[in-house]
């Protein structure tokens, strides 16, 4: 592949997140073995570095908060990423024109997650909520919405009376409220979870079988007879032959991976195992998908909408036995065959990647080992 910007983070790169706000469009995060750095990408081809964050341990997860803007739109850029660690903790990463580098740290202990931290995502909508509730599904089979900005400091107020720890000043951000949270159980390990900028109510989230759940977080179980997690449950969609097929274990490892396509809310794009699945919210006809398909054979992984682009979605390959190589189809030819992106040879193996809404052209972050390749899509794919 011909103009290729390549940005080497140090460490193997596990998680890739662009940001889809609109005043952040060519921002990209690459969470590492230890630290998340942020990146302005100008182009295809060039970039820069914005930000470095030392968490300390291995991310497993980044979202991008609402409040950041690019320093391309405003000289009073913001920076501000949540962030998961292999040790299921949770990080607020924060940098601005005006000030360093801050990590505010929360979700650890009794109060988070019992399990590795798959995904999360900001709340959705267009209103001041959707950079207050960040949201995280785990191995745990939990949501958890936490409230960055409560009002009252349940934690601090019994367990640290002194507000801070001995290694920071007042104006540290562990001085700020620690967030608390409103957790919805599930009966299977969770892996993805999604918000779409048209709803500030409702979270997509994806099971390890490949079911997808839309959930009205807002929704109080204590006001119904029974309080069970389905009474948050909007939508279940089921893709029936990739349920039957995880059952059955045809597959080594399964994961469901669910996205919402940013320009409409009842479209929504699945992978799970060989297959994908799109769905029609507004269609449902029983719960069937719209269109399906099959991508990898031995299995696809990573399920992405293209931003610049509606009709194109990116599914990449689970197994390293075919290389890294991704997958990009056309949601109007989904039986077509499709377009073939061949990154290198086995055995190496796509961790994760995004697309950028950096230009008009289709542009990929991809993360290999030490490096995350970043290349437009040209006419020849």
Not at 19 to 37: I, K, M, R, W, Y
Not at 248 to 271: H, K, N
Not at 288 to 301: C, E, I, M, N, R
Request: charged share 20%; with cysteine.
């Amino acid at each position: 592949m011909n103009d290729v910007l390549r940005l080497n983070h140090g460490s193997d790169v596990y998680v890739v997140r662009s940001c889809h706000n609109e005043d952040g469009t060519d921002l990209l995060a690459l969470g590492g073995e230890h630290s998340v750095e942020v990146y302005q990408i100008s182009t295809a081809t060039t970039s820069r570095k914005l930000a470095t964050f030392h968490v300390g341990n291995r991310i497993t997860a980044l979202a991008w908060s609402p409040r950041s803007v690019s320093p391309s739109r405003s000289d009073e850029w913001v920076v501000e990423i949540a962030a998961a660690g292999i040790d299921f903790g949770l990080h607020l990463l924060t940098k601005s024109s005006s000030s360093a580098e801050t990590t505010f740290q929360f979700g650890g202990g009794l109060s988070g997650h019992h399990g590795k931290v798959n995904d999360m995502c900001f709340c959705g909508g267009r209103d001041e909520d959707n950079m207050r509730y960040v949201a995280t599904v785990s191995d745990d089979k939990m949501l958890m919405v936490w409230d960055l900005h409560p009002p009252l400091d349940i934690s601090s107020a019994i367990l640290s009376p002194g507000g801070s720890s001995a290694n920071d000043d007042s104006s540290s951000p562990s001085s700020r409220p620690q967030p608390t949270a409103y957790a919805i159980s599930f009966s299977h390990p969770l892996t993805t979870v999604d918000s779409h900028p048209h709803s500030s109510k409702e979270f997509l989230v994806a099971d390890c079988r490949g079911s997808v759940y839309l959930t009205d977080w807002r929704t109080d179980p204590h006001q119904t007879e029974q309080g069970t997690w389905r009474h948050s449950i909007v939508v279940e969609l089921t893709e029936s032959r990739a349920i039957s097929n995880s059952l059955l274990a045809t597959s080594s490892q399964w994961s469901g991976f669910a996205a919402w396509r940013r320009d409409s809310a009842d479209i929504v794009g699945v992978s799970c195992g060989p297959r994908f699945a799109i769905w029609d919210l507004s269609k449902l006809r029983g719960g069937k998908p719209l269109q399906v398909g099959t991508s990898f054979a031995d299995g696809g992984y990573t399920f992405r909408w293209c931003p610049t682009n509606p009709d194109y979605f990116a599914i990449s390959a689970h197994s390293n036995t075919r290389g890294a190589v991704i997958h990009v189809h056309n949601i109007g030819y989904v039986h077509a065959q499709p377009s073939v992106i061949n990154i290198a040879p086995a055995p190496h193996r796509i961790r994760d990647f995004d697309f950028i809404a950096v230009c008009t052209q289709p542009v990929l972050a991809v993360a290999l080992g030490h490096q995350v390749a970043v290349f437009a899509l040209g006419d020849d794919h």
